[in-house]
């Protein structure tokens, strides 16, 4: 094997080295190039260049030198084509695979960014971040409020916690006598005693079992000793005054050991509770950790602020304040003492020290607090604050006038010191001479004085002060005090033009808050001579009538009736033929007034304004409802004059000749109604008042010519069939054929179709009843009254249908408040509560499902909450609800729970509601066995009739 050049398995000259300059396959005719052969497994990697095969194989298991440049890949152009030249070729290729490399890049990249998003999730699901986890609560910090942030705890050193400690389980340790010591003092109190007076401190025994030490007793004695002389601001030390007590006892003979300590604790030895004595402590003030530290910090921050700047009377104010919060009066006495030597110039300093002091020492510190302030107002009145009988109360403002006479409070003070009127007028003369300005003295004087002489100030006050509104007004007030009413127009507006040429003109707004002033103050002449004078200043003219509406409506809100009255007087003044102003007014007198002044009113309306029929109207009741008919006609008849065709006037003559039981001048005055003005309205009204003063035939042939003219009134095709059903016996066709009629004329008519359908119902014949219904619930989608008929036929009938039409009549008026106030009824006991709230949400605080709530309230038996229910029930945002049937369950209410008292002030809020809706109430108010019946009646009816006919459902 030798002999052809192997060694073993392998060729021998495979481990030679080459020959200097080899280059492989230059024999086949490749030059100057190298592959990727001839440095790469084609030759012997254990092998370097230089180096035996033998000394290689031995050293073949060693690590060989890492060499950067050995496995360099020769299509690399930083080694191979380092030297050749950029052209513009290779900048085009370059950027042809750049292009390339971006369309690869972008076609992959929405695959790419998807599996890393899928990736991302995943490991943040599997790995979630503390971030991530509390993103949601981050979020919600946006929503907190300022006051809610304010109350986060403060955020406590976290340093030691972050030290791992090590494990304790299992071991156990001696305590320390440091543990037990902190043990026991963790619930001793603060007391007012520094850590230097304390030197000698004692502790209550907390067990039962007491160990008397008389050592301790006596500590405690001198102790509580002690703290009784600091409280009375004594500055001497127990040691000393014990040390001079005992000196003098012995000088008398007496024995030593006693003194004033002793004296003042004279039978205490015998009788002292060593436990109970122990523990007399407890009455200081008591303080926690937290509020030590935060005094002791407070304390070296201030005592570092009255050490680098003295002059800062804050500084030593509140240096002294902490001191005496902290229970020490003997140190707050001695800073601030020292504040007032730093700071003798300030008053607060001055001021502080007399409030840390008894009052016999704050009446020293103010007079030296005068000393170096003399003209400091607060200082005199804090004098005068620390004097309890009058007599030295006047003695020190008299004498602080005399250092600062111009000071108004001081000479206020003074007047209301005075229990003479002669003596405070006198007072008041002397401090309008000193201070000529001040208003307020010249009016508490005119006060004081007789009218002429008050007259007197008022206009030398007026001379000296041109720019005081006040002034003016009071010379109103005053006048108007006198009786002289018509002076007080003049006067105020005298003052509004004196005011505007000295230049203190004062805008409409304020002259109307300075006429509810007075208002208020009882002068109601004064504040209209305020609104007539100066309403119209500042507007423009389109805008006047708008403006001024706005404002009276603002002061009947307020309960300013006067003001409001005077704005009406001025509009109307300004816009007689306006019928709205005038209605408004007279609402106001109406609810304000009396009968009087309102028919004057009234009066003087329909002359300004004769073709208002309202007006006349309005004023017509009024005169009835006084008692005076003759003056009702009278209104009535000039009322034919101006309005020849009024409807509304000829109805309201023929219902005052019915009320007063002229029937025959009723029926003509009805006739003639017809023939002069003949409208819908009076038809119906003839057909009425016939069914109800006269026969049934007579009214079904007034509604048979009524229907000749107005064949589309549904309310005369209703009277028809009403009429034909109270006929005995029932003629059945032509009940029918009256109410087929009627809803082919007037298929928009909810209340024909409903008398339809229970007329079918009620002749048994069910399913013509139910075809009705639906056919007026196509022609009606909206009428809630026909989707609750069509509810309450399926359960009369018990056909097991009315869940599922309660359900499509939900559907189709989510916000009706008659539906949901009956599916209410039909939910079990339990949930009816959950199905009220849900109800009140989707009908917005309708009134039935009010009514509903407050009569869920009723059946718990809780009254107060069932009574607030049935106001809200009755109230609106403009005033009283027109829904009679709440009405009508609330009296029914207040008969089984109220007061009289409570009756007679519902019945009263119904009567000024005049309601007139309600499934309820109008089948009671329309029927004609109730014609002529008050109000009263009425809700007695209703009451009793509600619960018949609107009882809880049984559960569908």
Not at 96 to 122: G, M, N, P, S, W
């Amino acid at each position: 094997m030798d002999t052809f050049g192997l060694r073993g398995d392998r060729y021998a000259f495979l481990r030679l080295a080459p020959p200097p300059s080899y280059v492989a396959g230059a024999g086949r005719g490749a030059q100057g190039f190298t592959t990727r052969s001839d440095i790469g497994p084609a030759r012997d990697q254990t092998l370097a260049e230089g180096e035996d095969g033998a000394e290689k194989g031995e050293e073949r298991g060693k690590e060989e030198e890492y060499d950067p440049e050995r496995y360099q890949d020769p299509e690399n152009e930083t080694g191979l084509f380092a030297g050749t030249v950029y052209e513009a070729d290779d900048e085009e290729a370059d950027k042809i695979y750049d292009l390339v490399d971006f369309k690869i890049d972008q076609r992959r990249r929405a695959r790419r960014e998807a599996r890393e998003a899928e990736e991302q999730a995943k490991q943040l699901k599997e790995r979630p971040t503390i971030q991530s986890q509390f993103a949601d609560l981050k979020r919600g910090l946006g929503e907190m409020s300022e006051s809610e942030w304010e109350s986060l705890p403060e955020v406590s050193n976290m340093l030691g916690n972050r030290v791992k400690k090590p494990r304790l389980e299992g071991r156990s340790y001696v305590v320390p006598d440091s543990v037990i010591t902190g043990a026991r003092d963790s619930s001793a109190f603060e007391s007012s005693l520094a850590n230097e007076q304390m030197s000698g401190g004692f502790e209550t025994p907390a067990d039962g079992a007491y160990h008397q030490d008389f050592a301790e007793i006596g500590q405690a004695r001198d102790k509580m000793l002690q703290i009784k002389l600091e409280q009375a601001g004594i500055a001497s030390s127990l040691g000393n005054s014990s040390s001079s007590s005992s000196g003098s006892k012995g000088e008398n003979g007496s024995g030593g050991g006693g003194g004033a300590g002793a004296n003042a604790l004279g039978g205490l030895s015998s009788t002292v509770d060593p436990k109970g004595y122990l523990t007399g402590l407890d009455s200081q003030m008591l303080k926690t950790s937290s509020e030590i530290g935060d005094i002791k910090r407070a304390r070296a921050l201030l005592q570092s602020l009255i050490k680098t700047n003295p002059k800062h009377a804050p500084g030593w104010v509140a240096a002294a304040w902490l001191e005496n919060v902290a229970g020490k009066q003997v140190a707050a006495r001695k800073i601030i003492s020292q504040g007032c030597d730093e700071c003798p110039k300030n008053e607060d300093v001055w001021i502080a020290a007399s409030e840390l002091n008894t009052n016999e020492n704050a009446k020293v510190i103010l007079a030296n607090a005068i000393q170096e302030l003399p003209q400091s107002v607060r200082i005199w009145m804090r004098a005068v604050e620390l004097e309890h009988e009058v007599k030295a109360k006047k003695r020190v403002l008299r004498k602080a006038l005399e250092y600062i006479p111009a000071s108004i409070k001081l000479w206020k003070e003074t007047v209301k010191l005075e229990e003479n009127p002669e003596d405070a007028r006198i007072l008041l003369s002397r401090a309008v001479e000193v201070i000529p300005h001040a208003q307020e003295l010249w009016l508490a004087l005119a006060r004081l004085e007789t009218p002429d002489r008050a007259r007197q100030v008022l206009n030398k006050a007026r001379k000296t002060i041109p720019t005081s509104h006040e002034i003016w007004i009071a010379a109103g007030r005053l006048q108007e005090q006198e009786g002289n009413h018509s002076q007080v127009d003049a006067i105020i507006s005298n003052g509004v033009t004196a005011l505007k040429k000295n230049g203190a003109e004062l805008s409409r707004d304020q002259w109307l808050i300075e006429a509810e002033k007075a208002e208020s103050q009882g002068s109601s002449v004064t504040a209209q001579a305020i609104v007539k004078a100066t309403i119209h200043l500042g507007i423009e003219e389109e805008d006047r009538l708008d403006v001024w509406m706005d404002d009276a409506k603002t002061m009947q809100g307020k309960e300013m009736v006067e003001t409001a009255r005077a704005i009406y007087a001025y509009t109307l003044k300004v816009y007689p033929n306006k019928q709205s102003v005038w209605r408004k007014a007279a609402e106001l007198e109406k609810s304000n007034g009396t009968r009087e002044s309102l028919l004057a009113l009234l009066n003087r309306a329909v002359e300004s304004v004769p073709q208002a029929e309202v007006l006349w109207l309005m004023a017509a009741k009024e005169s009835w409802l006084s008692g005076d008919v003759d003056s009702a006609r009278e209104i009535l008849s000039r009322a034919f004059e101006a309005n020849p065709d009024s409807e509304g006037i000829w109805l309201a003559a023929v219902k005052l000749e019915a009320e007063n039981g002229q029937i025959d001048a009723a029926k003509q005055l009805m006739q003639r109604a017809r023939e002069v003005s003949g409208t819908e309205r009076i038809w119906i009204k003839s057909a009425v008042f016939e069914r109800t003063h006269s026969s049934t035939d007579d009214a079904l042939k007034m509604v048979k010519d009524g229907l000749k003219h107005y064949a589309s009134s549904s309310k005369l095709h209703l009277l028809h069939a009403q009429l034909l059903q109270t006929l005995t016996p029932l003629p059945l066709a032509q009940a029918r054929e009256a109410l087929s009629m009627g809803v082919k004329k007037c298929p928009t008519s909810t209340p024909l179709w409903i008398m339809a359908s229970r007329l079918e119902e009620k002749s048994g014949v069910r399913i013509k009843s139910r075809a009705l219904l639906e056919k007026a619930r196509s022609l009606n989608p909206k009428s809630e009254e026909v989707w609750l008929e069509s509810v309450k036929v399926e359960e009369r009938d018990q056909s097991g249908a009315a869940k599922g039409m309660l359900a499509r009549a939900l559907q189709a008026l989510p916000q009706s408040g008659l539906l949901h106030s009956y599916s209410v009824w039909t939910e079990p006991r339990p949930t009816r509560k959950t199905r009220s709230v849900d109800a009140l949400k989707k009908t917005n605080n309708s009134p039935p499902v009010l009514v509903t709530v407050a009569r869920l309230f009723w059946a718990e038996r809780k009254i107060e909450k069932a009574r607030s229910w049935f106001e809200r029930a009755v109230k609106t945002d403009s005033g009283d609800s027109d829904y009679g049937d709440a009405w009508a369950w609330w009296w029914k209410f207040e008969k089984q729970h109220g007061t009289e008292a409570q009756r007679e002030d519902l019945l009263a809020k119904c009567i000024a509601a005049d309601p007139h809706h309600g499934l309820i109430w109008q089948s009671i108010a329309k029927d004609p066995s109730n014609v002529g019946k008050d109000s009263k009646q009425l809700l007695d009816l209703a009451a009793d009739k509600v619960e018949e006919l609107n009882p809880p459902p049984a559960t569908i």
